[in-house]
C-alpha cells in the first residue's frame, strides 16, 4: 500500500480535529437524538431527522480522517538534514522575476493543500518545479495562467 506524505503539522491538525469530534461532537448528537426522540413521532421530527443527517455527516468524517491518516507517512522538516534543498514540508520563498513580487509557500500533502494559507500540494506544477532545488537557482512554473520565472529566496525548515 502506498503512503502519502504528510506533515506533522497537518497530521496534528487532523487529530485534534478527529479527537473533537469523537469526544464533543459525536456525545453531543447523541444526546440532541435521545432528546429528540421525547417529543415523540419521528416520522414528523425535524429535530430528530437534522440530528440523525448530522450524526451521519461527522461519522463519514471520522472514518475519513481515519482513513487518511492511516494512509500517511508523517514528515517533520524540522528533523530533516538541512542541505538548502527544497523537499516536502520546507518553506520556500521566491521572487517573481516579471513581477517582483514575493511568495512563500510550504509544500505539504494533498490532504494539507490550502492555497489560502499558502499551502501548494507536493503534486501541484509549483512544487513539483520546486523540488531539488536549491536557493538562488532559477525555476520556470508551468502555470495553467502562463509560466512563471521565479528565483528561490529562502528554504527554511520549519
Known amino acids: 500500500m502506498n ?10 491538525a487532523l487529530q485534534m480535529e478527529l479527537n473533537r469530534l469523537k469526544k464533543e461532537e ?6 440532541d437524538i435521545a432528546d429528540a426522540r421525547e417529543h415523540g413521532d419521528l416520522k414528523e421530527n425535524a429535530e430528530y431527522h437534522a440530528a440523525r443527517e448530522q450524526q451521519g455527516m461527522v461519522e463519514a468524517r471520522i472514518k475519513q480522517i481515519e482513513s487518511v491518516l492511516s ?12 542541505t538548502g534543498k527544497v523537499v516536502f514540508g520546507t518553506t520556500v520563498t521566491l521572487l517573481n522575476l516579471d513581477t517582483d513580487e514575493e511568495v512563500t509557500y510550504k509544500i505539504v500533502g494533498d490532504e ?5 494559507h499558502n499551502k501548494v500540494s507536493v503534486g501541484s506544477p509549483i512544487a513539483r ?27 527554511q525548515y520549519i
Open 26 to 31: 459525536r456525545p453531543r448528537i447523541t444526546q
Open 3 to 12: 503512503k502519502h506524505p504528510m506533515t506533522k503539522e497537518g497530521a496534528d
Open 129 to 155: 518545479a520546486l523540488i531539488a532545488k536549491e536557493e538562488g537557482d532559477e525555476v520556470l512554473v508551468l502555470a495553467p495562467g502562463g509560466n512563471i520565472d521565479y528565483e528561490i529566496i529562502k528554504v
Open 71 to 82: 494512509h500517511s507517512q508523517i514528515i517533520d522538516v524540522t528533523k530533516l538534514p538541512q
Open 112 to 116: 494539507e493543500a490550502d492555497i489560502k
